[in-house]
Each structure stands twice: as C-alpha cells, then as structure tokens.
C-alpha cells in the first residue's frame, strides 16, 4: 500500500472508534453536538427515503442532516466513478448488493476490530452474509425486499382448491385444474408462469430461488476469488440441483408436458395476474401496493414463496439494499457515524413502519407482526438469500440463452450447464484478478 492509503486507513479506523463511542452515547445526550450535513446517492426512491428520515428525526433528540440524491439504478456505478474522478464523492450510498461487487474497490471495508463478524451475524439476516469479506464488512444491510407467492383465491376456489400451495408438489398436482384452454387449445388462463424468459417478471430471481432451493448456490467464495457453483455438486451433495432447477422451469413451457402452463405469446406474468387470468404471480413483497392500485377488485391473497419440502432448506430471494461507505469521502467518518444509526433496531422499525417491507434485523423480526401480511414478509426476509453477481446485465443475458436455448432443444442439458459455468467464471475472470 501507498504512505497515503495507510495513513487513510488509519484515519479512518480512528474515526470508526470515535464514531462508535458517540453513537452509543448520543441518545441520551441533550447537550451533544449537532451531526454533520452528509450527502447520500441511493437507488431508492428520493420521497422514500425522506419520508423514512423524517419519521426517523422524529424520535431523535440530535436530528439528522441528510441530503439525499436518487440515482437510476442502471447507471449508478458509471456515475460514482463520474463522480469519484472529479473528486466529488457522496458520503454513503444505499444500492442493491448486485452493485456492490463490480466497484468493491471504491468502498472502504469495515474491520472486524470495529464491528466483529459475530455480531454481524447475530444482528442481521442470513442473506446479510454475503456483505462479509475475508478483512471485514463490505457494507451493512439497510433493506430487503423478498420474494413471495400472490395467488388468485377465485381461481383457487371455482377450481376446488381450498388452500395455497406450500410446495412445488402442491402446485404441480393442481396444473390442470388451475390451467384452461379453448377448444384450439390456447391458454386463456394459467397456473403458473414459468418457461420462458421474455414474459415473467423477475424471472432471473425466481430461477435463481429455483436453484438455490435445489442446493446450487449459483457462486461462492474461494482463497483466490468467485468462482460459479453451477452444475457442482451442491449443498447436501445433490450434483443435479442446476439440472433439476433448469428442467423444473422450463417444463412449464413444454406442450408434451402435462405441466404446460405458459407460452412467449401471453402477456407479461404480472399484466396477467392483475387481470385475473394467472392464478400464481411470484414477485417481490414491495409489489403489494402496485398489485391494489392496478386492480383494486382483484381477489388475492399473499403466501411464502413455495418450497421443495423435505430435507431441503427453506429459501426464497432477497433483493437487498446495502450501505456502503466511498473511500474517498471527505466526511466518512460521519458518514459511518451517521448511517449506522439507521441499524438501531427502534430505527429498523420506522423503516418497516414507513415502507411496509420487513426488517433486516434479527432481533426486530423475532418479535413478529400482527399484520397478516408484514408476518408473511418478516418470514420470507428471514429465509431469503442472495448471491454475488458479477454483472448483473450480462448474468441475466447468460440464464437467458441457457433457458432458451434448452427450450428450442438446440443443446442437451448438461453442455448447456457446462457452457453457463464457464461464461459465469469468465464474468469472474477481472474481478479475482
């Protein structure tokens, strides 16, 4: 390392104690000093976020000073380095996990001296592991949204069905009660929209729940970097969890199939469930109001992502939304003051309370909810799990390929399997060295 980057790093650590010992002693403080002005980019939305701060200096006696600036998700790393380059760095930033790894470098890493990883992991939910590194914390969990089940209950009920499905097997045994045809055997309403890629919405999180389920962690960490799990023998020793995740989608797809439910023609999987004419729409816990305000007549209910059952563990997708600290902020000191104030577990729950998406801290999901639906989100948060994403454009564009290429029967399985590992790797080729 540089003169310059140990002594930064000294600095910074010096500024991390300091941090903390005010943290802990602000709250009952009235006589404290005011907490600096800081800058925050995040991918949330701007009224969000404000709505959440102001709830949040409500309950404060030292208010906080955030000027919050909404950034496009899409361009978000490209305006960082922007930024970084004219010396104009934000103080924090509030991203999904995916846009964490591709720019890790720019961020300072949290050492365990500071916030051990045992705390981390008795604080925050499973899926927060992935934040961890081999020197310290890469960033902090903020928010996370999981993936659930929205089912149609008059679909259900005209097709005699009196409960949701908690299993794959459940929803399987039912595909032709719940999926109806013409006589020219067109889909006019379906059971479950799987298959293809183009038409269902937060598809690369529901395969990656799939395969995740099934045992494959899809990446993992190794002594010299990432690497992909894909077609490895997984968690349990099961060596076909890609296989078994990837024919699993796809038979939906497949007119030989009894399980044929969904075709590239129909509409997206959303559009159709909010008309009415998809009897299970698996997306994220935030859709909640959207799905109200699109079809405020529409007869459904919420209920945990469908598992394997068994000896498989529970899993649904988590997108996470982290806080991360740009090295070169002339304020990080307060910037990691500041923003860990937001894990106190009273602050976690305004968050919840503003947002009505669940927690990420262990302890505030332990204490449950009354709310039929925030219980059913708290559950999902606590089994939700994520994984590193090299690039996530181009890892969408390579599941892509796989699923569509095995569905026009252009290549076996297993090439295709193979071919997947490989290109994922080469996505990990720059990033390791």
Known sequence: MTKFQIIAIIVFLGGILAGLISLATYKGSSTADEFPQITIWGTLPANVFDNYIEEVNTSLKIQLKITYIERSEDTFNSDLVSALARGQSPDAVIIPTDLIYDQKDKYAVIPFTSYTKRDFKNNFIEESEILLDTNGIIAFPFAVDPLVMYWNRAIFTSAGIASYPKTWDDLTSNITKLTKKDDNSSIFRSAVAFGEWRNVDNVKEIFSTLLMQAGDPITY???????????????????????????????????????????????????????????????????YTDIINKNPNLNFDIAPMPQLGG???????????????????????????????????????????????????????????????????????????????????????????????????????????????????????????
């Open 221 to 287: 960490r190794t002594q010299t970097g990432m690497q992909s799990s894909l077609g490895k023998i997984a968690t349990g020793g099961n060596s076909n969890a890609t296989l078994d995740a990837l024919t699993f989608f796809t038979d939906f797809s497949n007119t030989a199939k009894d399980l044929y439910s969904w075709n590239r023609s129909l509409p997206s999987s959303k559009s159709s469930f909010v008309s009415g004419k998809l009897a299970t729409y698996f997306g994220f816990s935030s859709e």
């Open 311 to 433: 000896e498989y563990p529970r899993t649904t997708y988590g997108k996470m939304y982290v806080m991360a600290f740009p090295k070169i902020s002339p304020n990080l000191t307060s910037a990691y003051q500041i923003a860990t104030t937001f894990l106190d577990p009273d602050l976690v729950k305004v968050w919840t309370k503003t947002t009505y998406l669940p927690p990420v801290r262990r302890d505030v999901i332990a204490e449950g909810s009354a709310d039929s639906y925030l219980s059913i989100f708290y559950d999902s948060a606590l089994i939700s799990k994520a994984w590193i994403d090299p690039n996530p454009a181009e890892s969408n564009r390579i599941f892509q390929n796989m699923v569509e290429t095995y569905t026009s029967g252009k290549s076996s399985a297993s090439s295709l399997i193979d071919r997947t590992n490989l290109e994922f790797n080469k996505l990990f080729t720059n990033e390791n060295n």
